[in-house]
């Protein structure tokens, strides 16, 4: 298994930015999709975004198609995810996660234990 480390989590105001990023042990992180995902207090943990192994391809949630972007450094065995625009519903622990498809994390089915995750807080 791969371990997987987010960072980049903090508090902002509505319409606020930020950028999260997640870390990935092993080698061969490059050859595989990867997603983001986020559960706020009392839900299900959901699906936001993921992006295939060169970044050709991406996938948003409905919820948050046009304001936030997904990327990845491989080089540096990193994803991103830019988040603008953000609403007091994108408040949640926010996790990253493989998969054997784009397709296949838009349906959260993941390869990796989950790690710790990062908290977004968006409030005013």
């Known amino acids: 298994q791969v371990q997987l480390v987010e960072s980049g989590g903090g508090s902002v105001e509505p319409g606020g930015s930020l950028r999260l990023s997640c870390g990935a042990s092993?080698?061969?992180?490059?050859?595989?999709?990867m997603g983001w995902f986020r559960q706020a207090p009392g839900k299900e943990r959901e699906f936001v975004a993921a992006i295939n192994w060169d970044g050709s391809i991406t996938a948003f949630a409905d919820s948050v198609t046009g304001r936030f972007t997904i990327s990845r450094d491989n080089a540096k065995n990193t994803i991103f995810l830019q988040m603008n625009s953000l609403n007091p519903e994108d408040t949640a622990v926010y996790y990253c996660?493989?998969?054997?498809?784009?397709?296949?994390?838009?349906?959260?089915?993941?390869?990796?234990?989950w790690g710790q995750g990062t908290q977004v807080t968006v409030s005013s």
């Open positions: 092993g080698s061969t992180f490059i050859t595989y999709p």
């Open positions: 996660n493989r998969g054997g498809a784009v397709d296949h994390l838009r349906r959260s089915l993941v390869l990796d234990a």
